[in-house]
Nanobody, 115 residues
Framework: VQLQASGGGLVQAGGCLRV?????????????MGWYRQAPGKQRELVAT???????NYADSVKGRFTISKDNNKKTVYLQMNSLKPEDTAVYYC??????????WGQGTEVTVSS
């Protein structure tokens, strides 16, 4: 299984960006998918997750600004990021966890928000 993230870039504060993660390879039992981020000098942190049934969960810092969604037919999970702030600057990683708790990570896509 491979996860390919894309869509990062440079955006001004207040702007928006959508990052995508496409899954390839065969996998039987997908549990949660989600996005994490890691800013320079900081630990990787949860941004948002979406379960197999579509339930979502967000970090408090992004609630009301970010929206996670998925398209099962396209094997893609999205993160729509609105009202971006400089503190959202980070490398964003997509993540997949199976029902038997195996974890897969994408390579990351860099998001830079200028003030």
């Amino acid at each position: 299984v491979q996860l390919q993230a894309s869509g990062g870039g440079l955006v001004q504060a207040g702007g928006c960006l959508r990052v995508s993660c496409v899954r390839s390879g065969s996998i039987f039992a997908i549990g949660d998918m989600g996005w994490y981020r890691q800013a320079p000098g900081k630990q990787r942190e949860l941004v948002a997750t979406i379960t197999s049934t579509g339930n979502t969960n967000y970090a408090d810092s992004v609630k009301g600004r970010f929206t996670i969604s998925k398209d099962n037919n396209k094997k893609t999970v999205y993160l729509q990021m609105n009202s971006l702030k400089p503190e959202d600057t980070a490398v964003y990683y997509c993540h997949l966890r199976t029902f038997d708790l195996r974890n897969y990570w994408g390579q990351g896509t860099e998001v830079t928000v200028s003030s």
